[in-house]
């Protein structure tokens, strides 16, 4: 038994595939992680999900923003916006199964026996794992309940506040966190967020840095598998314990998978063409 952890599919299901044929996946054995974006952009993201819905127990997930996003379209009729590319889930007779399936993912898996954690941006410089994950847990824990799920989709847009404090509450605590876990890139050395720029290690916005590279990052010492970023590439320039693993597969660029145990291979597949609008 294997385990492995998959970048960003976004609705890419053809390169999915042939990446788990790459690795000879084996679906009743071997299980497979995500860092979340597992729709969106992509041609087949009804396909992606079913696919991962199939393997059961087998499946673990860290919620991406493009899945959030699709759940709160669902649930709240939220705007679609420009690209937006899976009215195949919404449309489909098994939407409300899947919708159910997807609300249930995590917002970040820790691995306490391999000391390994993943995350679909990043984790909070100031947060140690174990505050990270009680942080995870309480948005989950919202996420899944439908008197409070409505209120937090109508509030998880927005890019305030930039920092975290033990202070907040109620919806504008939720989006805060959410925000660190599903679209951070770049922070202050004491954890402000930028939420514009999404460019990689070259032309930082003054005054950020990546959030793996804060010197006193709390959670330092856990592998930290993460996606989000394509522009990295899957380079995050050594920074320490952390795994860059959106390689930009959308975008015509590569679709990358790594064996969880030995962290050190990353395998990958090319897309066949740009499969995003």
């Known amino acids: 038994m294997t385990t492995y952890a998959i970048g960003d599919i976004q609705g890419c299901y053809e390169p999915f595939m042939r990446l788990l044929d790459k690795v000879d996946f084996d679906e009743k054995k071997d299980k497979l992680w995500s860092v979340g974006d597992l729709v969106n952009r992509g041609p087949q993201s009804l396909k992606v999900l079913e ?3 199939s393997l059961g ?20 009729r939220r705007q679609v916006k420009t690209g937006d590319t899976f009215d195949d889930v919404l449309t489909s007779p098994n939407r409300d199964e899947l919708l159910h399936w997807l609300r249930h993912q995590k917002l970040l898996h820790y691995d306490k026996d391999r000391d390994v954690a993943i ?59 959410t925000n660190y876990l599903t679209r951070m890139r770049f922070c202050t050395p004491k954890g402000k967020l930028e939420l514009q720029t999404k460019t990689g290690l070259v032309n930082q916005p003054k005054g950020y840095m990546p959030w793996f590279q804060v010197p006193d ?11 989000h970023w394509a522009a990295l590439l899957g380079d995050t320039l050594d920074g320490e314990n952390v795994y860059a693993l959106d390689t930009g597969c959308v975008w015509g660029q590569k679709l990358s998978i790594i064996n969880v145990d030995k962290l050190s291979k990353v395998q990958t597949v090319k897309a066949k063409k740009k499969t995003a609008p």
């Open 51 to 53: 696919f991962c819905r």
């Open 57 to 76: 127990k087998n499946f673990t997930c860290a919620l991406g923003n493009h899945d959030l996003h699709l759940l709160a379209v669902a649930a709240c």
């Open 119 to 177: 995350v679909h941006a990043g984790i909070a410089p100031q947060w140690t794992i174990n505050q990270a994950c009680e942080l995870a847990n309480e948005v989950e824990d919202v996420i899944r309940d439908d008197n409070l799920a409505h209120i937090y989709y109508h509030n998880m847009y927005g890019n305030t506040p930039a920092k975290w404090s033990v202070d907040l509450s109620g919806p504008v605590r939720w989006r805060v966190i």
């Open 217 to 227: 990052r709390q959670a330092k010492e856990t592998s930290i598998l993460f996606g």
